[in-house]
């Protein structure tokens, strides 16, 4: 090798380049995600570890319930009935979705598509800003954009 | 469903039905007529009953509006082409919507033979004026239409449209169960079905 005193270095250089995000980052952990839990409430409809661990399993399992089966009821491990409804009964104790749900979701860029349909506590009063007319307008001048 | 079209015309232009659907299921009030969502809305009768309409009708069929909404139909062509089942056939017979599912795709609306379906052009939310907090919008992309108010059955309360007749325009009942009031109704009148041609067997019935 020829240029050994001059390749080497350079490799050395590159990988340090390419790594350093990482050693900057060193030591220095992100801040661990703090959701807000309600006050008011003591327990949740499973205890906190397993809902922290399957609640999107649950939830899962409630839609497909709910929807695909019309049972609306859930009965939990200490036989407690619940009904099955992320807006209605979720929400009812975990009052800010901001808070709650967003919080551990941007930590982990998880972004669940739950509140393009469900209506978040933060958005119950509604979106209608814009005005009509306004809005028709729009509407009329734009090509309808593709799905998704 | 019996829609006795005699008590629509009566006191027309009541829509207090439409209203209460539309209202309690967060559906979008679209001006832009290309884009417009719709569960329940009303037709003149050669719309409606296209095959049964002639040049001659009468008088009274002409100036009549029909309350349209989706058949629920027995063979429902909407569930035999939907690819991913997001619109499915229940036990009972009420034809219903998996939103999770739902693709978009549109082949449903290309298969109902009724108009029953809207397609989500854009996002809903910014058109509903004043949301019912417990019932989830749609978004874009999405294929709606009346669930025969199924979260409302499950509570023992009559689909809203049903309920908000001040008039008693609409019955529903359980088709299946030959003592049922609505089988008596049917039993008594002449009541029509849109498009019974076409075999899908529609369980909504006008009386004219
Ligand atoms: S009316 Fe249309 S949407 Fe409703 S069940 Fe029949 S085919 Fe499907
Ligand atoms: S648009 Fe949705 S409901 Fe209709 S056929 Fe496609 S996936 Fe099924
Ligand atoms: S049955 Fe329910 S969803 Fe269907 S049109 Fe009537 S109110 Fe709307």
Redesign the interface.
């Known amino acids: 090798m020829h240029d050994a005193g001059k390749v080497i270095p350079g490799i050395i250089a590159f990988v340090l380049f390419v790594t350093l995000p990482f050693w900057s980052n060193f030591g220095k952990a992100a801040p661990k995600p703090q959701p807000e839990i309600p006050k008011e409430y003591k327990k949740c409809v499973e205890s906190r570890d397993f809902m922290r661990r399957e609640h999107m399993k649950l939830l899962r399992k409630w839609r497909f319930d709910v929807v695909r089966n019309n049972m609306r009821i859930y009965i939990n491990s200490e036989g407690q009935p619940i009904n099955m409804s992320l807006q209605n009964e979720c929400m009812r104790c975990h009052s800010s979705k901001k808070k709650f749900c967003d919080v551990c979701h941007n930590y982990v860029s998880a972004h669940p598509y739950c509140w393009n349909c469900h209506i978040p506590p933060e958005e119950r009063k509604g979106w209608a800003t814009k005005e009509v007319k306004s809005l028709t307008e729009e509407a009329s001048s734009k090509q309808p954009a593709s799905h998704h | 469903m019996v829609i006795d079209t005699r008590v629509c015309q009566k006191h027309a232009p009541c829509e207090d039905c439409i209203h209460a659907c539309h209202h309690i299921h967060n559906v979008p009030?679209?001006?832009?007529k290309?884009?417009e969502i719709k569960w329940i809305w009303k037709d003149e009768f050669e719309h409606a009953f296209p095959d049964t309409a002639h040049e001659y009708a009468n008088e009274v069929l002409k100036g009549r509006e029909f309350l349209l909404l989706c058949n629920h139909c027995e063979h429902p062509p909407c569930v035999r082409v939907c690819p991913t089942q997001a619109t499915?056939k229940?036990e009972d017979g009420i034809v219903?919507m998996?939103?999770?599912r739902c693709?978009?795709c549109r082949f449903c609306m290309a298969a109902c033979p009724y108009g029953s379906r809207s397609f989500n052009?854009?996002d809903p939310?910014?058109?509903?004026?004043?949301?019912n907090?417990?019932?989830?919008?749609?978004?874009?992309?999405v294929v709606e239409k009346c669930t025969f108010c199924?979260e409302r059955l499950?509570q023992g309360k009559l689909p809203a449209c049903a309920e908000a007749c001040k008039y008693g325009a609409i019955v529903v009942g359980d088709l299946a169960d030959p003592h049922s009031e609505i089988n008596k109704i049917l039993r008594e009148h002449f009541t029509l079905r849109r498009k019974v041609h076409l075999g899908t067997g529609p369980s909504v019935f006008y009386i004219i």
């Open positions: 009030q679209i001006p832009y290309k884009h499915f229940r219903m998996d939103m999770h693709i978009g052009w854009r939310r910014p058109f509903i004026k004043d949301p907090p417990e019932y989830p919008t749609r978004m874009k992309g199924t499950a």
